[in-house]
């Protein structure tokens, strides 16, 4: 039996162990017996950096996934600002303020990036239960993290919806009420 006098001196004194059990333990002829010493505070430092590493990766995917997302919302809105251009006159030319159509384009985009993110959501833990089936491994999802990602989705919504409901509430009511 052996024991290392401090948690730092166990890995030198498992090298120490091998080797002298490599050196001096005698076997029959043609067998050969390797023993080995292993650092686990090592392999575990090297799992964290593993897993440091990958969740960089997995936040830089995510970065540009939200801003192609954002980038659709805002195309999404501006093409209904477009399309309801006559829409946004009339209401400017019966009184409506600047703010009320500001709002109900932002309402809109919010809208449709929460459902968004809903709806991956939805999916993420349908794909999470499904892996940890095939992989037999157990699966545990943060209510948190449901919804950071759900307020991440309506942030989206929120920053790239902005655009599109400045540009309706700032339509010449004239102008957008001849718009063919």
């Not at 017996?33 to 969740?55: C, F, R, V």
């Not at 809105?77 to 399309?83: A, Q």
């Amino acid at each position: 039996m052996v024991r290392a006098a401090s948690t730092d001196d166990m890995a030198p004194v498992g090298r120490e162990l091998a080797n002298l059990l490599n050196g001096k333990l005698s076997v029959k002829e043609g067998t050969k017996i390797s023993y080995q010493s292993s650092n686990l505070a090592e392999d575990a430092a090297q799992l964290q950096q593993l897993a440091s590493s990958t969740n960089a990766m997995l936040i830089g995917i995510a970065s540009i996934s939200l801003l192609v997302g954002g980038i659709g919302v805002m195309n999404i809105m501006l093409v209904s600002v477009t399309e309801r251009t006559r829409e946004i006159g009339l209401k400017k030319a019966l009184g409506a303020p600047r703010r009320t159509i500001m709002l109900q384009f932002l309402t809109e985009a919010i809208l449709l990036s929460l459902i968004g993110g809903i709806v991956g959501v939805v999916v993420g833990i349908v794909l999470s239960h499904v892996i940890a089936v095939v992989a037999g491994v157990p699966v545990m999802i943060s209510g948190l993290a449901i919804l950071v990602a759900v307020g991440f989705s309506m942030a989206v919504g929120i920053i790239f919806g902005l655009v599109p409901s400045l540009k309706a509430s700032d339509l010449n009511p004239i102008d957008a009420l001849r718009y063919e």
